[in-house]
């Protein structure tokens, strides 16, 4: 499994590449030969990351930095149009970008707040699978969405978040019946509590993380939380030729949190 010739010249398209799953995902399609596009809101972030794919790379090849707000249709449009204008194709598209948080039904802001979480989480992987279709087609790639637990699970004080995911599931399927004629695959990875940056990105403060992480660690049969490497590891499979019938599938790496 997983030699270094797997993924020798496919182009493959990570968001929110700069840190955690989406960085961890790019370095091992980097070791593997791929030519890996990564990006994010953070340029300096992903200048760091697109250091640690070219030294493991073993042609040493310079990923295609992107410095883009998924959440903005303009942003997603050129992040296509600058990826294929490089690379002439694509074969991986992973939307894995996205934004978490409490957010109470009482709060005052709720619409926009409503608003926030569906454009970044599944309004930006909608367009960017829409956009990327054409191009998909001619490769007979495959799109991942990176969608979580809660998809299934509800938690108090995060409607917004767990109805993104829950929604992503359904567009997946959706999607998978729809391209499948077109050779194009369609698959699920619903991680649970993975040790990142996440929670801290979201407003958590880092004990507010770490009691959450601390928490879950008593519900999952594994009695740990998850690392970015076993996400990333659970999406190179997916996207491998060891998956070509595998479509409309949902993978739970989390634990057996689900």
């Keep these: 499994m997983f030699k270094n010739h797997d993924f020798e010249g496919k182009v493959v398209l990570i968001t929110g590449s700069s840190s955690g799953i989406g960085a961890e995902a790019v370095v091992e399609f980097a070791k593997r030969g791929a030519r890996v596009v990564i990006t994010g809101r953070n340029g300096e972030a992903l200048a760091a990351v697109a250091e640690q794919c ?10 295609l930095q992107v410095v883009a707000d998924i959440s903005k249709p303009n942003d997603c449009k050129r992040l296509i149009e600058t990826t294929v204008e490089a690379f002439g194709k694509l074969d991986i598209l992973v939307n894995n970008a996205g934004s978490g948080g409490m957010t109470s039904i009482n709060n005052a802001n709720i619409i926009q707040k409503y608003e926030y979480f569906m454009d970044t989480n599944l309004r930006s992987a909608l367009y960017l699978s829409h956009l990327s279709v054409d191009h998909l087609a001619k490769t007979r790639g495959n799109i991942i969405n990176i969608s979580s637990l809660v ?30 004629p077109m050779g194009i695959r369609v698959n699920i990875i619903s991680p649970g509590v993975v040790r990142s940056n996440f929670g801290l990105a979201a407003g958590l403060s880092r004990e507010q993380y770490e009691a959450i992480q601390q928490k879950s660690i008593q519900s999952m049969p594994l009695r740990r939380v998850g690392e970015p490497l076993d996400i990333a590891n659970a999406i190179l499979f997916m996207a491998s030729d060891e998956c070509t019938y595998l479509t409309a599938s949902r993978l739970a790496s989390d634990g057996g949190g689900h």
Excluded: Q
């Design 54 to 63: 070219r030294s493991v790379s073993p042609k040493g090849s310079t990923p």
């Design 151 to 180: 998809a299934t699970r509800p938690v108090a004080k995060s409607p917004m978040y767990a109805m993104s995911k829950s929604a992503m599931d359904m567009l997946t399927n959706c999607m998978a019946l729809e391209l499948a």
